[in-house]
Nanobody, 124 residues
Framework: QVQLVESGGGLVQAGDSLRLFCAASGLTFMTNTMGWFRQAPGKEREFVAA????????SYVDSVKGRFTISMDNAKNTVYLQMNSLKPEDTAVYYCASAPTGADVREIARYNYWGQGTQVTVSS
């Protein structure tokens, strides 16, 4: 059973940085992709970024390209999301998720394990 625990969220001002952490346990060779999603109040959950555990290939939603960086330390089973130049529209609950496939990594349905989320609030 895969378990994912996020941390690192908080309240920051526009232009600040935050680093989110996702501690994973129970990962097996079948876990291919680790991703970050976010959900703002009144909106649907959306893809933010993903990384392949084996190739290191990353994918980002256009709105965070150049500002966010996803990475994974396989030895520590930890996924990171470095968020720079934060904007008020980045305010959301951020979720870590894992998927058994490397295809369609932007699709929520591809992910079968989810963390509880961590709140990120960016004030203007």
């Amino acid at each position: 059973q895969v378990q994912l625990v996020e941390s690192g969220g908080g309240l920051v001002q526009a232009g600040d940085s935050l680093r989110l952490f996702c501690a994973a346990s129970g990962l097996t060779f079948m876990t291919n992709t680790m991703g970050w999603f976010r959900q703002a109040p009144g909106k649907e959950r959306e893809f933010v970024a993903a990384v392949s555990r084996y190739s290191g290939i990353t994918s980002y939603v256009d709105s965070v390209k150049g500002r966010f960086t996803i990475s994974m330390d396989n030895a520590k089973n930890t996924v990171y999301l470095q968020m720079n130049s934060l904007k008020p529209e980045d305010t959301a609950v951020y979720y870590c998720a894992s998927a058994p496939t490397g295809a369609d990594v932007r699709e929520i349905a591809r992910y079968n394990y989810w963390g509880q989320g961590t709140q990120v609030t960016v004030s203007s």
